[in-house]
Structure formats: C-alpha cells, structure tokens
C-alpha cells in the first residue's frame, strides 16, 4: 500500500466550476502537507502549505486537512482554463526533515 | 528573488554512461533536495542535502550520488546509466533544514538510449 493514495484523473470540469481534489494518507506520524502544481514540461509550483488540522485560504484555493480521517484536500473556486494542470499532494514530518511523500497527481482539465 | 535553476535543462545519454546534473537554489536556501519524476513511479525523493551533508536518502541505488557545494549549490551524479533512469530530475530548495516550504527548479530531463 502507498503512504499517499490520490485519484490521477483525468478530472474534467466546465469554467467556473468548483473543483475538489483528494489525498488519503496510511502514516498518522504526518505534520505538514502541501499542494503542488505542475504545468506540463515544468517543475511543480507549491501552493499551499499547511501543518495543522483545518482549512487555509488563499485566493480561489482552499486547503483542507483532517488529520482524523488522514484525508487532505485541495477546492479551488471559479476555475479557470489556466488551471489545468496536474496537482499534486506532498506530505511530510519532522523526522524527514525536507523529504516530500508526493501523491500520483490529479490531471485537471477545465474546458472554456 | 531568482528561483532555483538547473542544468542543463536536457540531455541524452547512452547506457553506460555517466551524468551530472546542477542544482543552484535560491539565495540563502540552504536545503536541497533531488527528486525523480516518471509516468510509472510519480515523484520519488533521492536524496537531500543541509550545510554540506546528506541528511535523507531514498531508496534509490547507490549509482546515484549527490553532493552539496559552501555556497549551497548542488550536483547530482548517476553512474552506469541504465534504460529506466530516463525521467525528469527536480531540484529543491527550502530555507531551513526542518520541514518547511520548497520550491522546485524546472528540472532536467534526461533521455538514456
């Protein structure tokens, strides 16, 4: 079993949709997640980061972790076709120290 | 701020040989850490370096070697290439040695025929 199950799609929505996006992790020992995002032929770009249980906003991105269910997501509001891309959850803790457990990528398309 | 660059940004190799990529982080970033990206295996952590000094390893075999320069910059060496070490190589940086922030380079994408 993997330490970090996500969906890798391809997950299709129209503009302006509500997108949700999933991460289950198996290790509870887990303390800081992120969410990246990877443009094709580009290094992924971080963006969220978060090490506690609950929900951090930025722009249309929401992050959602619940450290109970070990299940993190990502919202992101009013997409746009720019963000298609493929999103990817990174997990961590201190004794890694900047070891990232990557989940297989969601593939977003949002069609206009 | 500049961000992290690598290079070169591509390269074909043949099986057998020998390859160093570069890592420049950004400034004042003192870790950083390699990752592997292919379609089979997703994003896979080789190995990271703080102050000059491996502090994790994945499980990757021992042809693939890294090391970490005073001024932070990082190479990274894979040694009798082979077939399945194609893949997009990512550099990243972060700040501190605890679990923080990092941001990736835009990788090197190494071709072995």
């Known amino acids: 079993q993997k330490e970090v199950e996500q969906d890798p799609g391809p997950l299709s929505v129209p503009e302006g949709a509500i997108v949700s996006l999933n991460c289950t992790y198996s290790n509870s020992a887990f303390q800081y997640f992120m969410w990246y995002r990877q443009y094709s032929r580009k290094g992924p770009e971080l963006l969220m980061y978060t090490y506690s249980s609950g929900n951090k906003e930025d722009g249309r991105f929401t992050a959602q972790v619940d450290k109970s269910s070990k299940y993190i997501s990502l919202f992101i509001r009013d997409s746009q076709p720019s963000d298609s891309a493929t999103y990817l959850c990174?997990?961590?803790?201190?004794?890694?120290?900047?070891?990232?457990?990557f989940g297989a990528g969601t593939i977003l398309r949002v069609k206009s | 701020k500049a961000g992290v660059t690598q290079t070169p940004r591509y390269l074909i190799k043949t099986r057998g040989q020998q390859v160093t990529l570069s890592c420049s982080p950004i400034s004042g970033h003192r870790s950083v850490s390699w990752y592997q990206q292919t379609p089979g295996q997703g994003l896979q952590f080789l190995f990271e370096y703080f102050s000059e000094t491996q502090r994790n390893k994945g499980n990757f075999p021992g042809r693939f070697s890294g090391r970490q320069f005073s001024n932070s910059r990082s190479e990274m060496n894979v040694s009798t290439l082979e077939l399945g070490d194609s893949a997009l190589y990512l550099c990243a940086s972060s700040p501190a040695g605890e679990p923080n922030e990092q941001f990736f380079g835009p990788g090197t994408r190494l071709t072995v025929l």
């Open positions: 990174a997990l961590s803790r201190r004794e890694y120290g900047n070891k990232l457990v």
